[in-house]
């Protein structure tokens, strides 16, 4: 990218930050925590003075039975719910059209978002759309165009993790697989339900995509340019705690203790990445899963370490702070960080993750390079920017 393009995005970054930290409050949800806490929700929504929540999830959960405590709980407590289950991995527009006509249809007063982040992204934008019935999906994409007023939004997440319990996000597809990202304070769900016992069910090959969709999320917020005090922190804890204890996970998902603390450093990373936002990775994941239906954190995490090499010296620094939370020795900043990089290929072939993309073809090279420079230029704030010849060359890089 030349000089003026890279001032052009980088002037855009700081704009965003100021304004955003200016006129954000940044309020966390608030956190119902603990082995079981699913269980304690009726009795919260009811003490706060809801009775008709629309419960938004996807069918293998329903299969599942993991919504049991949750409708008993509920009948105990003497109130009744409208179901929506019919969420599909990557929520499409129509997903969130039969959601509100269930939340209209049964005069709803509040939504439980209960799933992964495919449930969880449907039931805010049908909160969104409830609150806002004359704008469209399409018209809310981007920053800050979802409008106030939705109703309370409570979220359930039962995968460690996208962190969309907390983040201001939600990512839609919409026509011709392409992702609509939104970006709004407004969706943030005001209280995250993060109950370990949903994931203890969660299968190897679920465990681990989710697991290093949130490793992205804290890496690619502790390398960006938009970071806090307090973004910092939370990316390089969540870090520290995905080291530790997804191998654990992985191959033993029983364990309540290693899940509890996934589900927290996804929380983390979803706090961290929501203020400091995504970067490269994402923009591609979001591009390449879209289009060739890949899981998003299996996108994210074939992409990561190619990206991260990619950005070399120019976040040398912020990767040997992560490789020290990681736990990874290394005798000065450059070699922390190529061990960093070369840990995070380790993880993902130790898990099944492949190391390049066996669907990516160059035909579709021109589509997937205009969609992502749709979504990462200006916005991301990322540590190297790229042009549309450098986003080529990483496609031909990433393919099998
Ligand atoms: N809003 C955000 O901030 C944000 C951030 C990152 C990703 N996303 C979006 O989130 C979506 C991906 O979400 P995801 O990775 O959590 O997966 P998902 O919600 O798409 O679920 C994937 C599969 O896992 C199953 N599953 C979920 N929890 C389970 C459990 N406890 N036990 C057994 N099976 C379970 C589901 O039934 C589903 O079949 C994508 O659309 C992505 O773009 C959003
Ligand atoms: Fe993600």
């Given at each position: 990218m030349n000089r003026l393009q890279t001032a052009y995005c980088r002037a855009y970054q700081k704009v965003m930050k100021a304004g955003s930290d200016l006129i954000f409050t940044w309020k966390e949800p608030e956190i119902i925590g603990g082995a079981g806490a699913v269980k304690n929700l009726a009795k919260i929504i009811k003490e706060k003075g809801f009775s008709k929540p629309l419960i938004v999830t996807d069918p293998g959960l329903m299969k599942l039975n993991l919504l049991a405590g949750l409708f008993e709980s509920i009948e105990a407590e003497g109130y009744s719910y409208a179901l929506y289950d019919q969420v599909v991995p990557n929520p499409t527009i129509e997903n969130i059209e039969a959601a509100l006509k269930v939340y209209n249809d049964n005069a709803c007063d509040c939504v439980i978002a209960f799933g992964g982040g495919s449930s969880m992204d449907c039931a805010k934008i049908a909160a969104a759309r409830a609150a806002h019935p004359d704008k469209s999906v399409e018209k809310m994409r981007g920053m800050l165009k979802v409008g106030k007023g939705l109703p309370t939004i409570f979220a359930v997440p039962t995968?460690?993790?996208?962190?969309s319990e907390t983040t201001i996000a939600a990512v839609i597809t919409g026509a011709n697989h392409t992702k609509v990202t939104i970006l709004d304070p407004a969706i943030r769900p005001p209280y995250a339900v993060l109950d370990p016992e949903l994931t203890l069910g969660l299968p190897p090959f679920i465990t681990a995509p989710t697991g290093l969709d949130a490793l992205t999320h804290a890496v690619e917020a502790y390398i960006g340019k938009s970071n806090t005090k307090n973004t910092e922190a939370k990316a390089r804890q969540a870090v520290n705690m995905i080291y530790k204890y997804l191998p654990v996970v992985y191959e033993d998902g029983k364990n309540i203790e290693a899940r509890e603390q996934m589900l927290l450093a996804s929380y983390y990373a979803g706090v961290a990445f929501t203020q400091a936002y995504v970067g490269y990775v994402h923009a591609f994941a979001h591009a390449i899963g879209g289009m060739y239906g890949i899981a998003h954190g299996s996108a994210c995490a074939t992409i990561l370490p190619e990206m991260l090499k990619y950005y070399g010296y120019t976040c040398s620094k912020q990767l040997a702070d992560l490789a020290d939370e990681a736990g990874i020795q290394g005798k000065d900043e450059t070699c922390k960080a190529k061990k960093f990089i070369k840990s995070i290929q380790d993880l993902n072939a130790s898990m099944g993750i492949p190391a390049r993309f066996e669907q990516l073809e160059e035909k579709d090279f021109n589509e997937l390079a205009d969609r992502i420079l749709a979504e990462a230029n200006p916005l991301y704030p990322v540590p190297k920017e790229m042009d549309r010849n450098d986003v080529l060359r990483m496609l031909k890089h990433l393919k099998a």
């Open positions: 995968t460690a993790g996208t962190g």
